[in-house]
């Protein structure tokens, strides 16, 4: 089976950083393209950043580029997440997901069919 493991969210001052990671089993990691989506309190789920699983240039929203930086290693089966000057508009539930050989659309929730429970962010301001 399947299952992504985030972790790394807490509480954080405005202007701080995180990292994230999710952890992969189940699958044959380096075949499969990972993404990063957050969900804030009565909002939409919305994308974050995505690597593809054949690497090249990553993907970002504008809201985070320049800030965020997502990477993997295929060793450890684990993407991460690194979350740099915090804003308090950052505060969310932060979603890892999988979709095998995926190239393209990685900004679309439906592009990907494996997700993992999530984990809090919280940026104090």
């Known amino acids: 089976q399947v299952q992504l493991v985030e972790s790394g969210g807490g509480w954080v001052q405005a202007g701080g950083s995180l990292r994230l990671s999710c952890a992969a089993s189940?699958?044959?990691?380096?075949?499969?393209?990972m993404g990063w989506f957050r969900q804030a309190p009565g909002k939409e789920r919305e994308f974050v950043a995505a690597?593809?699983?054949?690497?090249?240039?990553?993907y970002y929203a504008d809201s985070v580029k320049g800030r965020f930086t997502i990477s993997r290693d295929n060793v450890k089966n684990t993407v991460y997440l690194q979350m740099n000057s915090l804003k308090s508009e950052d505060t969310a539930v932060y979603y890892c997901?999988?979709?095998?050989?995926?190239?393209?659309?990685?900004?679309?929730?439906?592009?990907?069919?494996?997700w993992g429970q999530g984990t809090q962010v919280t940026v104090s301001s």
């Open positions: 189940g699958l044959t990691f380096s075949v499969y393209s």
């Open positions: 690597i593809a699983w054949s690497g090249g240039t990553p």
């Open positions: 997901a999988a979709e095998r050989y995926l190239r393209g659309n990685y900004d679309n929730q439906g592009s990907y069919t494996y």
